[in-house]
């Protein structure tokens, strides 16, 4: 099993920055890949970026790129630095971990519990 923890989710106003932590414990050794998605009201969950644990190369969502940046420190915290956040930026955001075979499905094994993020306009 393995047991995923968001944190620094928050309000903040449209322009500004937030970074969002995902620490991981347990069996690690069993996923290859950590992710972050997104879940606005009403909306189905999408995908906002991944990493993979060994080699680092990472993808991103296009409405993302250039004003997010995944990244790791060590085995168990992934963060996911956003910039220039927009209010359609607002959802409850989760890191997953697993082995899916595409990054950018919903195909992660676990799933953290979320943390808001809200973007004034």
């Known amino acids: 099993q393995v047991q995923l923890v968001e944190s620094g989710g928050g309000l903040v106003q449209a322009g500004g920055s937030l970074r969002l932590s995902c620490v991981a414990s347990?069996?690690?050794?069993?996923?290859?890949?950590m992710g972050w998605f997104r879940q606005a009201p009403g909306k189905e969950r999408e995908f906002v970026a991944a990493?993979?644990?060994?080699?680092?190369?990472t993808t991103y969502a296009d409405s993302v790129k250039g004003r997010f940046t995944i990244s790791r420190d060590n085995v168990k915290t992934t963060f996911l630095q956003m910039n220039s956040l927009k209010p359609e930026d607002t959802a409850v955001y989760y890191c997953?971990?697993?082995?899916?075979?595409?990054?950018?499905?919903?195909?992660?094994?676990?799933w953290g519990q979320g943390t808001q993020v809200s973007v004034s306009s």
């Open positions: 997953a971990a697993g082995s899916p075979p595409v990054l950018t499905t919903r195909e992660y094994r676990y």
């Open positions: 347990g069996a690690l050794l069993s996923t290859a890949v």
């Open positions: 990493i993979r644990w060994t080699t680092g190369p």
